[in-house]
């Protein structure tokens, strides 16, 4: 006859070594299984007589009941170690900082900020944007702005010309963005009110040029524009741009082909330890180039002079992005390097408008 504490001690030891919950299961099916050791000992009982089962009925049934138990009360802390392990190895330490999202670790340029922001101040007052090519006619940029053939003023821009085509004419990268002044002119009608950013190309390069930099055109045409309008846009533009109530601005007399009077305008900085600071010292940054249009600028573009007048003027962005942000140094502009462009761009979402602050 099966000893049945040796049994109970045997399937009590299994349940207890059991490591997992498979493992349990298959200690269960050994003992409480169809085929089980304790199943097998209960199927005895039918044929006992009445008294072997008064003796034997109870302590199979007890067996059986402990063994049960036992299997419960294992499969339960096994259970709870399994919650255990599965709550520590999922750990979230919700104190960490999250990462940065791509869309929030990507830098604006300076130059593509200072534009919308320009591009906000101007629309304010109520200018569009216009463009032009890149690559542009000796026409458009020269001859049509007044420069004669052969006029010692094309000397003064340091021109890069592409290789001439079939009929001999020689295209050149754009010197200034001024030529966008004559395809507006001759593509839409007066009253004009326009602004013209956009890549501009010199032969030149120290701290402050590079052979690419950028400039915005202003062009106002209409049938009473004059100086005192100009200048007013101009000290408005400077206010709203750099952020100050007043801006000390000088404009000096000078010369463009195009222009008839013209002037230069500068902006009063500092330039202490290589930096260049707005609205303090004594020394003056040249901004922009301005004037009334010449009335050859306008015939060439087939308006009436005794008509309409108008001004214009063209400033460098590169410039007044360095002098607004304090960048001393114009070439690491275009170098693409990315630890720059961490320091001194800006947060994609960043976006300038009067109404918000251009720079928050
Ligand atoms: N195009 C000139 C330059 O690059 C700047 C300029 C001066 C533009 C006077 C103008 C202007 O429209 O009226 O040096």
Same mark, same amino acid.
């Given at each position: 006859?099966?000893?049945? +504490?040796?049994?109970?001690?045997?399937?009590?030891?299994?349940?207890?070594?059991?490591?997992?919950?498979?493992?349990?299961?298959?200690?269960?099916?050994?003992?409480?299984?169809?085929?089980? $050791?304790?199943?097998?000992?209960?199927?005895?009982?039918?044929?006992?007589?009445?008294?072997?089962?008064?003796?034997?009925?109870?302590?199979? +049934?007890?067996?059986?009941?402990?063994?049960?138990?036992?299997?419960?009360?294992?499969?339960?802390?096994?259970?709870?170690?399994?919650?255990?392990?599965?709550?520590?190895?999922?750990?979230?330490?919700?104190?960490?900082?999250?990462?940065?999202?791509?869309?929030?670790?990507?830098?604006?340029?300076?130059?593509?900020?200072?534009?919308?922001?320009?591009?906000?101040?101007?629309?304010?007052?109520?200018?569009?944007?216009?463009?032009?090519?890149?690559?542009?006619?000796?026409?458009? +940029?020269?001859?049509?702005?007044?420069?004669?053939?052969?006029?010692?003023?094309?000397?003064?821009?340091?021109?890069?010309?592409?290789?001439?085509?079939?009929?001999?004419?020689?295209?050149?990268?754009?010197?200034?963005?001024?030529?966008?002044?004559?395809?507006?002119?001759?593509?839409?009608?007066?009253?004009?009110?326009?602004?013209?950013?956009?890549?501009?190309?010199?032969?030149?390069?120290?701290?402050?040029?590079?052979?690419?930099?950028?400039?915005?055109?202003?062009?106002?045409?209409?049938?009473?524009?004059?100086?005192?309008?100009?200048?007013?846009?101009?000290?408005?533009?400077?206010?709203?741009?750099?952020?100050?109530?007043?801006?000390?601005?000088?404009?000096?007399? $000078?010369?463009?082909?195009?222009?008839?009077?013209?002037?230069?305008?500068?902006?009063?900085?500092?330039?202490?330890?290589?930096?260049?600071?707005?609205?303090?010292?004594?020394?003056?940054?040249?901004?922009?180039?301005?004037?009334?249009?010449?009335?050859?600028?306008?015939?060439?573009?087939?308006?009436?002079?005794?008509?309409?007048?108008?001004?214009?003027?063209?400033?460098?962005?590169?410039?007044?992005?360095?002098?607004?942000?304090?960048?001393?140094?114009?070439?690491?502009?275009?170098?693409?390097?990315?630890?720059?462009? +961490?320091?001194?761009?800006?947060?994609?979402?960043?976006?300038?408008?009067?109404? $918000?602050?251009?720079?928050?």
């Amino acid at each position: 006859m099966t000893d049945l +504490n040796q049994l109970e001690r045997d399937l009590l030891t299994q349940v207890e070594a059991a490591g997992d919950e498979a493992a349990l299961e298959t200690v269960r099916v050994s003992a409480l299984g169809k085929k089980g $050791s304790v199943s097998e000992l209960l199927k005895t009982l039918g044929a006992m007589t009445p008294e072997e089962r008064k003796e034997r009925g109870p302590l199979i +049934n007890g067996l059986r009941d402990t063994v049960q138990g036992a299997i419960a009360a294992k499969k339960e802390t096994l259970a709870g170690a399994a919650l255990e392990a599965r709550l520590a190895a999922e750990r979230i330490d919700v104190t960490l900082q999250a990462p940065e999202a791509p869309e929030s670790r990507g830098r604006i340029h300076p130059i593509s900020q200072v534009i919308e922001e320009l591009t906000a101040i101007f629309a304010d007052m109520g200018f569009s944007v216009a463009e032009g090519p890149d690559i542009e006619t000796d026409y458009l +940029n020269f001859t049509a702005l007044n420069f004669p053939e052969g006029h010692p003023a094309r000397e003064m821009h340091d021109t890069f010309f592409l290789a001439p085509d079939e009929k001999g004419e020689r295209k050149v990268l754009r010197t200034h963005t001024s030529p966008v002044q004559i395809r507006t002119m001759t593509s839409k009608a007066p009253p004009i009110r326009v602004i013209i950013p956009g890549r501009t190309y010199r032969h030149d390069s120290d701290q402050t040029h590079t052979p690419m930099f950028h400039q915005v055109e202003g062009l106002v045409i209409d049938k009473q524009a004059n100086i005192a309008h100009m200048k007013w846009i101009l000290e408005e533009f400077c206010k709203a741009f750099f952020e100050v109530d007043q801006v000390k601005m000088r404009f000096r007399p $000078s010369f463009f082909p195009f222009t008839e009077p013209s002037a230069e305008v500068d902006i009063q900085c500092s330039r202490k330890g290589g930096e260049i600071r707005f609205g303090e010292g004594t020394d003056w940054l040249e901004i922009l180039g301005c004037g009334m249009v010449h009335p050859n600028v306008l015939r060439n573009c087939g308006l009436d002079p005794d008509e309409y007048q108008g001004f214009a003027w063209g400033m460098g962005i590169d410039r007044i992005a360095m002098l607004k942000y304090g960048m001393p140094d114009l070439r690491p502009f275009f170098e693409a390097d990315v630890r720059w462009l +961490n320091h001194y761009g800006f947060r994609p979402l960043d976006i300038p408008s009067l109404v $918000s602050g251009l720079t928050s």
